[in-house]
């Protein structure tokens, strides 16, 4: 079991920067692979970024390649996304999850959630 608390969400206008977190219970968090999720009022939840449990694997939807960075911690059991040059359309709950699978890109294939944190861009 893996239970992932999500933080770092906010307000932010238009070309700044954010950066999440996602601390994760338990000790096997280093087996995990773990993804940024995110959903915008009416929409889908949509994939945004994942990275693989050991090494430097990632993996990113369009929209934000160049723009948002995915990393972690694992002795701090924490995956971080960093958000720049955020956009209006950016706008969303973002979530993280947890996954034994690789590559993984869609919500199906994560075990793990955590409760969603807002952001919000203001043009």
């Known amino acids: 079991q893996v239970q992932l608390v999500e933080s770092g969400g906010g307000l932010v206008q238009a070309g700044g920067s954010l950066r999440l977190s996602c601390v994760g219970s338990g000790r096997t968090f280093s087996s995990y692979a773990m993804g940024w999720f995110r959903q915008a009022p009416g929409k889908e939840r949509e994939f945004v970024a994942a990275r693989i449990w050991n090494g430097g694997r990632t993996s990113y939807v369009d929209s934000v390649k160049g723009r948002f960075t995915i990393s972690r911690d694992n002795a701090k059991n924490t995956v971080y996304l960093q958000m720049n040059s955020l956009k209006p359309d950016d706008t969303a709950v973002y979530y993280c999850?947890?996954?034994?699978?690789?590559?993984?890109?869609?919500?199906?294939?994560?075990?793990?959630w955590g409760q969603g944190t807002q952001v919000t861009v203001s043009s």
């Open positions: 999850a947890a996954t034994g699978r690789w590559p993984a890109t869609k919500s199906d294939e994560y075990d793990y």
